[in-house]
């Protein structure tokens, strides 16, 4: 708690696009409030930029700006990291902590890569780095994991950490609307990027999966131990089957401890009506935790956006300055545990399986087959729901067939779900969803 | 992060009750796992409590136990404080923290009353005060309002922190059953105590908004600054009626801040059945936060039982372990705003007020004219829902009148209500519930 020194602590930004603006902001203009709550006065002593006449943000005063990031970050207690992507981003991190700053970034993509190796290098030279606006956005979900549960034993966490497939997804349920046209809406009113890939495949979740599962299991998890389903081949008949079963489908991203190790996971996923998760709406995102000693909780709130993920970077750099101020730490990322990763088929699943067909004599037996001949026992068959005009590959003459199955292998139940899509009656893509309970 | 003394890190427990037993477990079980999480080793040395012979958990051992809760806190690195009341744990604190040592608490009666001096007595010594599991069991809600939204301006926190009146008014909602019955139910599940008092009036709530309106506006707050009503007024009628609009009662604790200043109450109110918090079911808890940047947050968990208050226990402790493996610190909880109290009638509201009467001619303009001679505007009357057998003053004679206001001054409101009460066709208590958008 002793401190003589009361110069400012030195806060450099790198980035000023939608989330750097307003940290810039926050960090400006609340100046006087987050003096007192860390106890010394805090100054943005620069923002770099590739292009300094592109920022014309009121709160940016112009002499801030440098194209010099390198730079930048060496005259500064606390880097804040806001330009996204692995390189220049990860130069420019593994610099600043070699020569003594702290780090606070909300770069998912690096650290679902190399976040062990920044963990490492922050621990090694005795800083700290902070990133709660990595993953989901606003809602603390970092810290719970590092620190509010670091005394529990975490079991699972199901998240929606992706706000454009759940806004695409809601927009589907909540107005029977196909898939491309939920898109082109979110695209337009900004929730989707123009080319949407990275969102709608499932990567950007896939990251954040590496993430929490490194802090929930104290393992090196990374992007690429997570295998991905995106929500693409959703159709509003897969909407419509799920809503008259009482069921919402979400994109999750899965982390579990099980019996054959641990796993991360990004798939579409069929959850009942009363599902704490199923009632989040729109863009925001939410994450269910459950633990050993305090079962169940869930974090709510709005998983992307400029302002909310500047609240979260600006609760980081507090959080850094305090302990710049009282010469103190925040806690390392232990990754002791080397658990190891489950494989792909380790945990059985129930499955609904959508295909479109032409209905003629003898197509549900051919498709049955398939699915007996690999041991896969059916839980129900349903043709009620009809495809709709909304849906790709859609005529009057193509029904949809659904099929449930208990239990079974996941890697078999694709092999029967291929060799049904070559079956001649069957046109089309089909979709595959988890049931969960 | 230099630390040559590899010594166990000493922690001590005061009580071993649902939550202190639930506490010994984790760090007894879990010892392993927590030294790896730590970098050091933690040993628990001693379990104070009044009779030994009565603790029984395998996990503790006998050689532990002691009656000496001030000796067994001054040969500890770490205090758990899970005695509960004021008396003897604020001395135990206190003691422990002029010794050197960092303190655990779950005790919000304490904190509500005496929080400010224990929170500076840490800061002078330079020790850690750490109680997440005060307000809401497993939920983190300090660690996010201390630490996540410490860059941010909290506008307000609304939330469920009350298990007993939730589960009461959830079996309300869900069985249609009146108060007594609920309140008998929830006493033999042991959702509610034999005397159930602090948790029917709002007492147990009022300590937890003093605990978390602190934290949002660095303003010293105690329970006696935070106005209470309980929801023992509430009739199966009242939720008869919530539900036919579409609304769920809840007791909540509203903390905010507005023109006026800053309040904390307690008090039931209508939310609709769209609002994050009305999903919450059973003794869940949950606390709703707004934020200027942060936007709409919600937190969601178990807010009371051993194990899941054990878990935010232990989590705190592993965090104070780490502080002192790293020769470091956590953040002092900065009260330096002194905003000022917003008076109880300072922010307008509408009100559901319920009367029971006795439908006589002249009976509804005899009410309306209390409510109008007091310039208080009418939004709609109701006498729809007929009172039920489950409600105190049933009799096939009574009717339920029910006035929504539009938004007015709370004191004058209350003047019109006991003012109508003094009716001679009105019977029974009324009961007065906020209208939340």
Redesign the interface.
């Known amino acids: 708690?002793s401190e003589n020194n009361n110069r400012p602590i030195r806060v450099a930004l790198l980035g000023a696009g939608t989330v750097g603006s307003?940290t810039a902001r926050?960090l400006v203009e609340?100046s006087d409030?987050?003096a007192?709550?860390i106890?010394r006065p805090m100054e943005l002593v620069g923002v770099a930029v590739l292009d300094p006449s592109s920022v014309t943000d009121p709160w940016i005063e112009r002499s801030l700006l440098t194209t010099d990031a390198a730079e930048l970050a060496s005259r500064a207690d606390i880097v804040i990291e806001l330009i996204g992507g692995i390189e220049p981003a990860r130069t420019f991190l593994l610099t600043a902590i070699e020569s003594g700053a702290s780090v606070v970034t909300a770069n998912k993509a690096l650290l679902a890569k190399h976040g062990p190796e920044l963990y490492e290098a922050a621990?090694r030279q005795?800083v700290d780095i902070y990133f709660?606006a990595a993953v989901g956005g606003?809602?603390?979900i970092v810290?719970?994991l590092r620190?509010?549960?670091?005394?529990?034993?975490v079991l699972s966490v199901m998240g929606i950490v992706n706000g454009t497939t759940n806004y695409i997804l809601d927009e589907m349920t909540t107005k029977g609307i196909g898939f491309d046209e939920a898109l082109r809406d979110a695209q337009a009113k900004g929730f989707a990027e123009a080319d949407p890939t990275a969102d709608i495949e499932g990567h950007d979740a896939a990251a954040k999966a590496a993430i929490m599962a490194l802090l929930a299991f104290?393992t090196d998890v990374r992007i690429d131990d997570v295998p991905v389903e995106g929500i693409a081949h959703i159709t509003a008949g897969d909407i419509a089957a799920a809503s008259a079963e009482h069921k919402v489908i979400k994109l999750l991203a899965v982390v579990e401890q099980t019996d054959a190790g641990i796993s991360a996971r990004v798939y579409p996923a069929l959850l009942d009506e009363t599902h704490?998760l199923a009632?989040v709406h729109g863009s925001f995102n939410a994450v269910f935790v459950k633990?050993?000693?305090?079962?169940?909780?869930?974090?709510?709130?709005?998983g992307a956006?400029g302002?909310?993920t500047?609240?979260?970077?600006?609760?980081?750099?507090?959080?850094e300055a305090?302990?710049i101020a009282?010469h103190?730490?925040?806690?390392?990322i232990?990754i002791?545990?080397n658990l190891p990763k489950a494989p792909l088929n380790a945990s059985k699943a129930a499955f609904a399986v959508r295909f479109l067909i032409h209905d003629r004599p003898g197509v549900l037996t051919a498709i049955a087959k398939e699915f007996s001949d690999r041991e896969i026992s059916i839980n129900g068959v349903n043709q009620d729901i009809k495809p709709t005009q909304h849906d790709p590959g859609y005529s009057g003459e193509v029904q949809q067939l659904r099929i449930v199955t208990h239990l079974c292998d996941e890697i078999t139940l694709r092999d029967a779900v291929k060799a049904v899509s070559q079956l001649d009656a069957v046109t089309g893509d089909a979709s595959i969803i988890r049931v969960l309970n």
């Not at 620190?147 to 034993?153: A, C, F, I, M």
């Not at 500047?310 to 959080?319: E, F, R, Y």
């Open positions: 708690m307003q926050l609340q409030e987050l007192s709550r106890g621990a005795g709660e606003a809602i603390p810290r719970p620190e509010s549960l670091v005394g529990d034993k104290h704490p009632t633990a050993e000693a305090a079962d169940d909780l869930m974090f709510y709130g709005r956006g302002a909310p500047a609240s979260a970077v600006v609760g980081d750099v507090v959080t305090r302990h009282q103190s730490l925040g806690p390392v232990p002791y545990a």
